[in-house]
């Protein structure tokens, strides 16, 4: 299922450079890319094995020494697991709109 969370977080989680999507190879300053492709586990070691860990950061928004904890599992990437953060904050005021009874009330 996904993983919800802040953006923050999901960054940490997926290795990658704040600004950058999580879920395809676009840069911050060109999100809306036509030509941009999924981000995935292979993909990533793919290049962390082709270019130095600068390159990488600059490059391809990639955080050279962070492995993400699904990168083991052989059927969850990461990548298609983080959900956007727009999500989050539907879910946040979806449950701040419901009445919780107090101890007192029960």
Known sequence: GPYITDYPEQVWL???????????????????????HRRTHEKT????????PGTLWNDFGIHADVIPFTHGFPRADIHELLTPDLLLRFAAMFYSTIPFASRADT
């Open 14 to 36: 997926a290795g990658i450079m704040q600004g950058w999507c999580l879920k395809c190879n676009a840069p911050p300053d060109h999100l809306d890319r036509p030509i941009s």
């Open 45 to 52: 070691d793919f290049l962390v094995g082709a270019w130095d």
